[in-house]
């Protein structure tokens, strides 16, 4: 049973993911992952290599050294990278059985004119592609969960829903009192009808060019292992992942899944770990599609919004129903 199969209960914050800091604020060696030790490594040899350069004594530790180095490289580097470099610095240092205090007037004066200067706006979450889906898809288990959480990658990102929308989907129309949608599969595609703080809306979902790419074949697949005919539908499994729950899946399960898969896949290798685990989040589904399908704007608009003056009234064979197949667009 993994955790995002738990009652709903606290966020699990983005440095989750990275390794644990020591009372000094730097990741703990002793816990730290194989990639972490290798970072460090590197980090060592990088500030070796500087200290030679410049002509500066690389031992004992001296913070207005260090505090030099961090300054130079700050044109260069972000702040986070910088953090880690300190933190590398020190794991050197204690390999060698000396301690640096990274507390020293001298570093945090540094870091502190470093952050004034260099500081980045908020990072905006990194919109995923077909092809990066694909990837996160594939790190999935296949059994009952994993047809679950595939299901649910690819159906947010070709219909572009929100992590809330997911959730809250039942199986049929009415199925439960807190629905805010359900799902009503068709032969080219699925239809997902939602509501929310604008009315009705329903979002249509293409199939995609092969059976490991398609949103709509994936919840086929979760439906038909999971026997679901009402109800949530995507909900908790049990312990020995053999059968669903009756428990609806809490909105925080999409980040998780997303994080952790994006991790897995390897994306974006260019950014130290801690930055890769905060860039993606639920919103990159969202956030995916229109960037990546080729499309104008207003098409994937049309698509994705239209607006239903009453569920009822609808026809879901109408002409014209999935003319623009977006899915394969994007890359699925």
Same mark, same amino acid.
């Given at each position: 049973?993994?955790?995002?199969?738990?009652?709903p209960?606290?966020?699990?914050?983005?440095?989750?993911?990275?390794?644990?800091?020591?009372?000094a604020?730097?990741?703990?060696?002793?816990?730290?992952?194989?990639?972490?030790?290798?970072?460090?490594?590197?980090?060592?040899?990088?500030?070796?290599?500087?200290?030679?350069l410049q002509?500066?004594?690389?031992?004992?530790?001296?913070?207005?050294?260090?505090?030099?180095?961090?300054s130079?490289?700050?044109?260069?580097?972000?702040?986070?990278?910088l953090?880690?470099?300190?933190?590398g610095? *020190? @794991?050197?240092?204690?390999?060698? !059985?000396?301690?640096?205090?990274? &507390?020293?007037?001298?570093? %945090? $004066?540094?870091? =502190?004119?470093?952050?004034?200067?260099?500081?980045?706006?908020?990072m905006?979450?990194?919109?995923?592609?077909?092809?990066?889906i694909?990837?996160?898809?594939?790190?999935?288990?296949?059994d009952?969960?994993?047809?679950?959480d595939?299901?649910?990658?690819?159906?947010?990102?070709?219909?572009?829903?929100?992590?809330?929308?997911?959730?809250?989907l039942?199986?049929?129309?009415?199925?439960?009192?807190?629905?805010?949608?359900?799902?009503?599969?068709?032969?080219?595609?699925?239809?997902?009808?939602l509501?929310?703080?604008? *009315? @009705?809306?329903?979002?249509?979902? !293409?199939?995609?060019?092969?059976? &490991?790419s398609?949103?709509? %074949? $994936?919840?086929? =697949?979760?439906?038909?292992?999971?026997?679901?005919?009402?109800?949530a539908l995507?909900?908790?499994?049990?312990?020995?992942?053999?059968?669903?729950?009756?428990?609806?899946l809490?909105?925080?399960?999409?980040?998780?899944?997303?994080?952790?898969t994006?991790?897995?896949a390897?994306?974006?290798?260019?950014?130290?770990?801690?930055?890769?685990?905060?860039?993606?989040?639920?919103?990159?589904?969202?956030?995916?599609?229109?960037?990546h399908?080729?499309?104008?704007?207003?098409?994937?608009?049309?698509?994705?919004?239209?607006?239903?003056?009453e569920?009822?009234?609808r026809?879901?064979?109408?002409?014209g &129903?999935?003319?623009?197949?977006?899915?394969?667009?994007?890359?699925?």
């Open positions: 049973m993994t955790q995002d199969d738990l009652p209960g606290p966020a699990t914050p983005a440095d989750a993911l990275s390794p644990p800091a020591d009372a604020g730097g990741p703990a060696p002793a816990v730290a992952s194989g990639n972490t030790l290798r970072a460090y490594a590197q980090d060592w040899a990088d500030f070796s290599r500087w200290c030679r002509g500066r004594p690389l031992m004992p530790p001296a913070g207005e050294v260090v505090a030099r180095y961090l130079e490289r700050a044109g260069t580097l972000g702040v986070a990278s953090q880690r470099r300190l933190a610095i *020190g @794991w050197g240092y204690r390999q060698r !059985g000396l301690d640096l205090d990274r &507390r020293d007037p001298g570093i %945090a $004066a540094a870091m =502190r004119d470093i952050r004034n200067r260099h500081a980045r706006p908020p905006q979450k990194a919109p995923v592609s077909g092809e990066e694909l990837a996160m898809a594939a790190t999935l288990p296949r009952l969960r994993g047809a679950r595939r299901a649910i990658l690819l159906t947010g990102f070709a219909g572009a829903l929100r992590r809330s929308e997911l959730v809250g039942d199986r049929h129309r009415g199925n439960t009192a807190e629905g805010r949608g359900w799902v009503e599969i068709l032969e080219d595609g699925a239809l997902v009808i509501h929310g703080k604008t *009315g @009705w809306r329903e979002v249509e979902i !293409g199939r995609g060019s092969s059976e &490991r398609c949103p709509v %074949a $994936a919840l086929e =697949r979760w439906l038909d292992l999971g026997r679901l005919d009402g109800g995507f909900r908790r499994v049990s312990r020995d992942g053999r059968r669903p729950l009756a428990g609806r809490n909105d925080r399960h999409i980040a998780r899944l997303v994080k952790s994006a991790l897995a390897g994306l974006r290798p260019d950014l130290p770990e801690a930055e890769r685990a905060a860039v993606f989040s639920g919103h990159s589904l969202r956030a995916g599609l229109a960037n399908s080729g499309l104008p704007e207003g098409e994937n608009q049309r698509q994705l919004g239209h607006a239903l003056p569920p009822g009234a026809d879901p064979q109408r002409p &129903r999935f003319r623009v197949n977006l899915t394969r667009a994007a890359g699925l």
